[in-house]
């Protein structure tokens, strides 16, 4: 999902962590080495990062 949106929305790990709300490093470790997350941190950036992508998609659409 993070690299959906670092692709085709153009955004920075950077801006991501700012518009969710989640810590940079954490989503700089979940592009490099997802299996040390624990889970909630996981569980966290996907329910974010899903509501992102859904406003982005969204918001291209008008």
């Given amino acids: 999902?993070?690299?959906?949106?670092?692709?085709?929305?153009?955004?920075?790990?950077?801006?991501?962590?700012?518009?969710?709300?989640?810590?940079?490093?954490?989503?700089?470790?979940?592009l490099n080495a997802p299996r040390s997350l624990p889970a909630e941190t996981k569980y966290a950036i996907a329910l974010r990062t899903s509501y992102l992508i859904s406003a982005a998609t969204q918001a291209r659409a008008r």
């Fill in 1 to 30: 999902m993070i690299e959906s949106l670092t692709t085709a929305c153009n955004l920075t790990v950077h801006n991501i962590a700012n518009l969710t709300g989640l810590d940079v490093g954490d989503l700089e470790i979940c």
